[in-house]
Every structure is written in C-alpha cells, then in structure tokens.
C-alpha cells in the first residue's frame, strides 16, 4: 500500500485485479449490475463485522 497522508490508497495492480474480478462478463467495463453485487457484498461483510464485534 502507498501511504497518502493519513490514509493508505490500494496500488494500481490491486485496483485492476478488483476490476477484473468484478467484470463478470469479460467485456472490459463494470456495468451497474456487476456494481450492485459488490455493494451488496461489501453490505453483507460490514454488517456480519459489526455484528461479530459490537
């Protein structure tokens, strides 16, 4: 990670590699389905963390 001041920013390769990950269907962009299913993951992981530590 780069440190940006007194956040830590992801490096290039990582940013792809979530990119790709996410393009489900190969065409080269994230269109807003593919979004929808990392907001809804990223949800879901938030509140299982917040629940197992609370």
């Not at 001041?5 to 962009?29: C, F, S, T």
Request: proline share 2%; hydrophobic share 40%; glycine share 8%.
């Amino acid at each position: 990670r780069i440190r940006d001041g007194h956040r830590e920013r992801p490096r290039g390769w990582a940013v792809e590699k979530i990119m790709q990950d996410l393009d489900e269907n190969g065409d080269g962009e994230v269109d807003f389905q593919e979004f929808v299913v990392l907001v809804a993951t990223l949800t879901v992981a938030c509140n299982t963390f917040f629940w197992e530590n609370a």
